[in-house]
């Protein structure tokens, strides 16, 4: 198994940029496509980008595409998401997610593995 955690989330204002990092530990970080959810009070967690475990065919909601860019450095066993002119709406607690199998999911219940997520507060 693999063991997540995130770092990089914080306060900031629309139109700011911030970059959240997600660093594995356990298993073999490259076995894993990799994926970054997003949950705000009362609501389930959400799609926003994924990743296969060799770093091809990164896939984006729709709501973020064109915003956010999600990265992975297998040697460092790091998982990135780069986020620019965030808005408001992309306010909530942001997770790592790895799933056991090398292709990309935007569903979370096909993920296998979880971080304990980190918040991000985009002001107007």
């Known amino acids: 198994q693999v063991q997540l955690v995130e770092s990089g989330g914080g306060s900031v204002q629309a139109g700011d940029s911030l970059t959240l990092s997600c660093l594995g530990s356990?298993?073999?970080?490259?076995?894993?496509?990799m994926g970054w959810f997003r949950q705000v009070p009362g609501k389930a967690r959400s799609f926003v980008a994924t990743?296969?475990?060799?770093?091809?065919?990164?896939f984006y909601a729709d709501s973020v595409r064109g915003r956010f860019l999600i990265s992975r450095d297998n040697a460092k066993n790091t998982l990135g998401l780069y986020m620019a002119d965030l808005k408001p709406e992309d306010t909530g607690v942001y997770y790592c997610?790895?799933?056991?199998?090398?292709?990309?999911?935007?569903?979370?219940?096909?993920?296998?593995?979880w971080g304990r997520g980190i918040q991000v507060t985009v002001s107007s």
């Open positions: 997610a790895a799933r056991s199998v090398p292709t990309i999911g935007v569903r979370a219940s096909l993920y296998d593995y």
């Open positions: 356990g298993r073999a970080f490259g076995d894993y496509a």
């Open positions: 990743i296969s475990n060799l770093g091809a065919t990164p």
